[in-house]
């Protein structure tokens, strides 16, 4: 019950039904607030404890200063929790343990419950190992279940028993397309109430919902856990930047052109840690599907969520994917009675402002490894020739003429490029030649873009034209297709685009998330061994929302990020070295050249075929029965009980080591010393190049471990699948192909050298750590500026922590890695301001001395800690001093470092309850 202390509460009547509502007008200055904050503030309102939540936390949010820097602490409640397989079954693994280390220290394991709705969706799991044929998909299913069955059978467990926690089975969608079309509210009913949906996920791209005026962004699993379990998140009420939007897109353009645009915009002014909001008159010019396209680039772009108001577009949407009429109804009467219903005119008091007039944007990738790194379409082919040079040999530049290009011009002529045609033999016996640049992988794929009926029809249409003209993909394309639901299966269905995307080879291959995590599976045998053996720079092309080194697939160098039309467009291309605004795709059946502008469809064909071939009995028919699933899944034996059978010869999921020897009282917390550093390394290191993904190596200490545990390498499966047991996954942490620790310079993935031996030989990142753990001796890590950018991968923070490191030492964070990282009791420092650890010739090998962290044993925070770093390992000698910047930025994330962890704070709070 809320203190109520503004008196607040009161009834809203919605047809028959009537809610109580916390009203917004009862806070003085609440109206001039932006839209995200007001939510916050209501959030507040109701969950007021007089403890936690006070009537002064009100008070400082309806009277937040937008020009302040951050530091008024928040407790926020999100009213439900939201999970992809990946990240949830480390979730339910842990929920499970929790349980037993409950009634190990004399507690009822019953507590451990979600308290909010949590629901789970398996998308991450297909893999695109089949592709261009019929039956493609059905073969990806069963392969799925066979590599997955333990897994399955562990969720459908906690399923049966956890309360309010459902699983949406395989083959059904993408978790943020499903949660969308579906499972999102927008306004949230429960137990006779209404409020805002809102929402934390173990995945970054939880943002897409804030398109649907949903507040809610991706946390790490360790967060996502304890909001299930009751607990708050702790925030510092954010800065808000408004971005308004004018004008509207002109022909041509797609929401991917759009979003790519705005990433490059957002990203240079600089968002990490704010609150982005969209306002103005173009924001009615913009569809629901490219507001949480937008939405969805949340983390690419570094802000904690990037929302749109509720409007008449939003419940139009709701109606046409199968929402009652009493919950539109409501969704409607809610927002125009708290004030969170946009008005157009409308200059809300934002921190800081930008604006982009919708009419400029223009067709545009991004790559050839970041988001943010927009390219026009015009030069694309131009910015490649330029590119591609970083990823060649010495020999291939020396071919190709160094001086061609000055490093700081773009090539103006693809004259000068780097080349190394090879021929290929295919197993059907054709035979054709691949260079640098060559296209690969060619993917529809990802919630960013497939749950945008415009572009996917878009890709439909050029499919279909291409095919009419005698346009083929080019022979060493993979193609593949996968949808983030089956409406859009169903809509192409019903517009019969379906034969066209096959004729090219876009068969469907799953619903799921496939190449945008890693899970492209492998290309064809002679293509990838052609590419291996003569080192060639080969590309993808993705209508995804990340592109990372070593992400796409492990033989491929270059990826990038393109509308759905275009994926089309460079599979029929089939390289990058190709303009495909001013060049041919090929010839058609008369030997007439045929150019991208001839298959591109107008806005109007576009429209036609939404219009007429969308209902909202798609939406219904798909959904009616979405947790329900397969024979297949309906079939999996599963234990009973509500502590689950632990099987000892599994390699999927084991027990956790995390609450081994935990006691009810804490220990207080102690400096770090004589720590030697496990990785050195630059900028821009994501949890992608932290956290085990993709494919698992044989000659790795995660494929040692599994053959020694019986697993034919064939069956080895992904990182991403196995994320429920530990022992695989400290193996696979910071061994990522692309991975460059400067302690072993000329080594690239899980390589560093180990001081515990004699010369400091270089070792595997794992067989080091357990040598120096079986020292005695802890761990740091020196990184450069926006450590920890990327997905919110719980296992980043998880396996750092059981590798045995206790700091790390870097220039700049990204906010989900360090929030995780004292969330794993591993302390977040910065550089002084202006220093990093080459300007203070730090090399690796040195022996670190941190002081000053027992001061947290008083109760604050202590701005910065004494570092003191010996050169050559020995404490007498050459050292190197400076005061680090402690990273813990609230109270609440310093209770969680003090208990060892936020699942030690939360399982010590709810035992006392």
């Known amino acids: 019950m809320s203190a109520n202390s503004f008196d607040a509460r009161s009834t809203l009547q919605v047809g028959d039904e009537s809610y109580e509502i916390f009203r917004l007008d009862k806070v003085e200055g609440s109206a001039r607030l932006p839209y995200s904050l007001k939510v916050l503030l209501e959030n507040l309102l109701r969950t007021e404890d007089g403890a936690n939540i006070t009537a002064d936390h009100i008070r400082a949010l309806g009277g937040w200063d937008s020009q302040a820097q951050p530091s008024q602490e928040i407790q926020f409640t999100p009213a439900r929790v939201i999970m992809q397989d990946f990240t949830g079954v480390p979730c339910v693994v842990d929920l499970a343990t929790m349980r037993e280390a409950v009634k190990e220290l004399g507690g009822d394991p019953a507590k451990i419950n979600p308290l909010a709705p949590a629901e789970l969706v398996i998308d991450h799991s297909v893999i695109a190992d089949k592709f261009g044929t019929a039956n493609a998909f059905q073969q990806n299913v069963e392969l799925e279940y066979g590599r997955n069955k333990e897994r399955y059978q562990f969720l ?108 490059e915009m957002l990203r240079k002014h600089g968002v990490v840690g704010k609150f982005v909001e969209f306002y103005g008159e173009g924001v009615a010019a913009t569809s629901l599907a490219n507001r949480a396209t937008i939405g969805n680039m949340s983390p690419e772009f570094g802000s904690t969520a990037a929302i749109f108001p509720i409007d008449d577009e939003t419940l139009n949407y709701l109606k046409l994917t199968g929402r009652s009429e009493q919950q539109v109804a409501l969704v409607e009467a809610y927002a125009k009675e708290q004030g969170l219903w946009l008005d157009p005119a409308a200059e809300p008091d934002f921190s800081e402002k930008l604006e982009l007039d919708l009419s400029t944007v223009v067709p545009s990738i991004a790559g050839p490894k970041r988001p943010q790194d927009r390219i026009v379409l015009a030069e694309a082919s131009r910015q490649f020739a330029q590119d591609v040079r970083n990823y060649v040999s010495e020999a291939d530049l020396d071919e190709a003429g160094k001086e061609s290009f000055p490093a700081s011009d773009a090539p103006a002529v693809s004259n000068g490029t780097p080349s190394k045609p090879t021929q290929v033999v295919a197993a059907d016996g054709s035979v054709f030649e691949i260079d640098h640049g060559a296209v690969t992988v060619a993917a529809i794929t990802s919630c960013t873009n497939t749950s945008n009926p415009y572009v996917m029809v878009a890709a439909a249409l050029v499919a279909k034209k291409a095919v009419e003209k005698g ?43 496939t190449t945008c995590i890693g899970n492209s599976g492998p290309l064809d045998e002679e293509i990838s061994k052609a590419i291996n053996e003569n080192d060639l720079a080969v590309t993808s092309v993705l209508s995804g929302n990340r592109n990372f080194e070593g992400r796409i697939n492990p033989d491929v160098k270059m990826n990038y990020l393109a509308s759905p039309p275009l994926v089309v467009a460079y599979a029929i291309a089939g390289s990058m070295k190709v303009d495909i605004t001013t060049e041919a795709l090929g010839t058609d059946q008369d030997g007439n050249p045929v150019y991208l502008k001839d298959i591109w469809p107008s806005e109007a064909e576009v429209n036609d075929v939404v ?99 019986g697993v034919e390498r064939r069956d080895f499966n992904s990182y991403g699948s196995r994320r429920g047991n530990h022992e695989v996954m400290i193996r696979g942490t910071f061994a990522n192909i692309r991975l460059r620790n400067q302690i072993a310079p000329g080594t690239e993935g899980g390589f560093t050298r180990d001081f515990t031996q004699e010369g400091g030989p270089v070792s595997f990142i794992y067989d080091a750590s357990q040598n120096y753990q079986a020292a005695g001796i802890p761990l740091v890590i020196l990184a450069g500026k926006e450590y920890g950018s990327g997905s919110s991968r719980d296992w980043a923070a998880k396996g750092t922590a059981l590798l045995g490191v206790k700091a790390v030492i870097a220039e700049s964070y990204e906010r989900i890695h360090r929030s995780n990282l004292i969330g794993m009791g591993v302390l977040p420092l910065q550089f002084p301001e202006g220093a990093s650890a080459q300007s203070l010739g730090l090399t690796g090998e040195e022996t670190f001395d941190i002081t000053g962290v027992t001061a947290l044993n008083d109760g604050g925070i202590p701005e910065t800690v004494k570092v003191k770093a010996a050169r050559g390992g020995a404490a007498d000698g050459d050292s190197v001093e400076f005061d680090a910047k402690v990273r813990i930025d609230t109270p609440g994330e310093a209770d969680y470092y003090r208990n060892g962890g936020i699942m030690q704070y939360v399982l010590r709070s709810l035992i006392r309850k």
């Not at 009751?230 to 004008?247: A, N």
């Not at 007429?612 to 959904?623: T, V």
């Open 156 to 263: 459908r467990w906690g399923q049966t028993a956890f309360d309010e926690f459902k699983v949406v089975p395989p083959g059904t969608g993408i978790v943020h397309q499903v949660n969308i079309e579906h499972l999102a509210r927008t306004v949230m009913t429960r137990g006779g109430q209404a409020y805002p949906d809102t929402l934390v996920g173990t995945d970054s791209h939880t943002t897409m919902v804030n398109g649907l005026g949903v507040l809610g962004w991706g946390v790490g699993g360790i967060e996502a856990e304890a909001a299930m379990l009751g607990q708050p998140v702790s925030m510092l009420i954010p800065r808000v930047v408004g971005f308004k939007l004018t004008g509207e897109l002109k022909p041509g353009t797609t929401a991917t052109d759009l979003v790519l645009t705005i990433t």
């Open 611 to 709: 219009a007429n071939a969308i209902g909202e009995d798609m939406f219904s028919k798909s959904y009616e029965d979405v947790f329900a699933g397969d024979a297949q899944w309906q079939a999996l034996p599963i234990p009973t009980g509500n502590t689950f059978e632990w099987d000892p010869q599994s390699t999927y999921v084991r027990k956790p080591p995390y609450f081994e020897g935990m006691t009810m009282e804490t220990s207080p917390v102690s400096d770090v010393q004589g720590a030697r550093v496990l990785a050195k390394l630059g900028d821009s290191v994501t949890t992608d190049h932290i956290s085990p993904a993709g494919a698992i190596k044989a000659d790795t200490p995660a494929g040692q471990y599994l053959t020694e545990h």
């Open 471 to 513: 346009l083929s993909r080019k022979p060493w394309v993979k193609t593949t297709l996968a949808p983030g639901s089956k409406v859009v299966t169903d809509y192409f269905d019903k517009a019969n685009l379906t034969p066209y995307l096959d004729k090219l080879g876009f068969n469907l291959v799953g619903y799921g998330c």
